[in-house]
């Protein structure tokens, strides 16, 4: 069914047998990243097949890890509206304004996609419970899937996430671990018990398939914007899976012959109270350093450290891109911005790009006739307490 060849890590370049579990590269410790047969891909898996296919992220299955269909796990992720923004777009004098909106994926936000086929593939591998440091997103999408595998859910998150981000992993069957202390403690506690209980650890990119599902609203966006990908793209980032993952799909699009070689320019923002990824960009460092005393009301954007910073920096030079912090004041005025002009009740990760969009513009980054795709990564609904 798929094209899936190998794995081959990010930093180091080893390769490795992609039917084996892994987490991170056995040599360096960095991620490892899944790698196809293009060339043989090409020949059979043309664009127009996808007008016969569910509108949903499985359509590029060719191109996605799991090989015996039996073990895909599917709650209707993916193929999300994009929204040309036109009453926004008005308001700011500017025509070319979309919105991919995140939101309407099974649990609210874009994890959905990632946990999707990271939980699938690790079915199909057959591995019996799973475990996840998280800042509320990614616990609620784990347990979903892990549920419709019936398999066991470990979820580790931060004592102060909001109320409903505990509820829902509860309600979906997951073990709910609550942690004094941030992602990156959570992390910690997660892994002291993995080999007590013999799970899987699913953390952003410390294995390979996360990013996968991710990789997908990078197809979309070409199929739903007629394979013209954008000037710009603006992502809210804090582990970097979708900005990595999207870029990795724009490489296969072009090798398999859907897109040509023009890319968008990538903006990473992140909050000024966590911003270790503009700080590193700006500061033209390959690593990030880790961010001390991390604040932020964007829960997503609460990551102090990330393993795959070097491949966000990458993107970022790469595509010509730029990063910007944004205060969490101008972020809620966004967010709010964009709820009462396009009727999207954004959550503030989604509300902080287009905060990063008005200030590109007014730096004269960003030209009135370009093209920008605003990632709004989930829905508010879990962060109700934002307008309390
Ligand atoms: C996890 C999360 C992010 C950050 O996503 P990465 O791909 O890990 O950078 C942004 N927004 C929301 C709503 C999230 O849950």
């Known amino acids: ?102 939101g309407l994926n099974p649990t609210g936000s874009f994890k959905a996609r990632g946990l999707s086929v990271a939980v699938s593939r690790a079915f199909e591998l057959g591995i019996t419970s799973v475990s996840i440091p998280s800042a509320g997103n990614a616990a609620g999408a784990m347990s979903a899937y892990a549920a419709l595998a019936g398999i066991e859910a470990a979820v580790f998150m931060p004592a102060d996430v909001p109320k409903p981000f505990i509820s829902e992993c509860k309600g979906l069957g997951a073990k709910v671990t609550l942690i004094n202390g941030l992602i990156t403690d959570c992390g910690k506690a997660a892994a002291e018990e993995l080999k007590k209980f013999g799970r899987f650890d699913m953390s952003t990119l410390k294995e390979p398939y996360r990013i996968e599902g991710k990789k997908t609203m990078g197809y979309e966006l070409a199929e739903q914007m007629n394979w013209q990908l954008p000037d710009v793209i603006i992502y809210p980032t804090g582990g970097g899976t979708g900005l990595i993952g999207m870029w990795k799909a724009f490489d296969e699009m072009e090798q398999l012959g859907w897109i040509g070689v023009k890319r968008p320019r990538m903006v990473t923002v992140q909050s000024d109270g966590c911003a270790p990824m503009v700080k590193a960009f700006h500061d033209r460092k390959e690593f990030a350093e880790t961010w001390q005393n991390a604040r932020t009301i964007a ?39 964009i709820g009462r002009s396009q009727g999207i009740f954004a959550c503030p990760e989604g509300g902080a790009t287009l905060a990063a969009f008005s200030y590109l513009r007014k730096e004269g980054w960003i030209k009135d006739n370009e093209t920008v795709v605003l990632f709004n990564t989930g829905s508010a609904h879990k962060y109700s307490h934002l307008w309390e």
């Open 299 to 337: 829960d997503g954007l609460r990551v102090p450290a990330a393993v795959g910073d070097f491949l966000i920096l990458r993107v970022l030079r790469e595509s010509n891109g730029t990063a910007v912090a944004i205060s969490d004041e101008i972020i809620m005025e966004a967010t709010n911005h």
């Open 1 to 102: 069914m798929n094209f899936l060849t190998h794995l081959e890590c990010g930093l180091c370049g080893k390769i490795l047998e992609a039917d084996k579990i892994w987490n991170l590269c056995p040599e360096c410790g960095k991620p490892l990243l899944a790698r196809y047969d293009l060339e043989a891909a090409k020949k059979v898996f043309k664009r127009k097949l996808l007008s016969t296919r569910a509108p949903d992220m499985w359509r590029y299955r060719e191109l996605l890890p799991v090989r015996d269909p039996a073990y895909i796990l599917t709650l209707g992720e993916g193929f999300t509206p994009l929204h040309h923004a036109q009453r926004l777009g008005k308001e700011l004098h500017f025509e070319h304004l979309f919105i991919k909106d995140e």
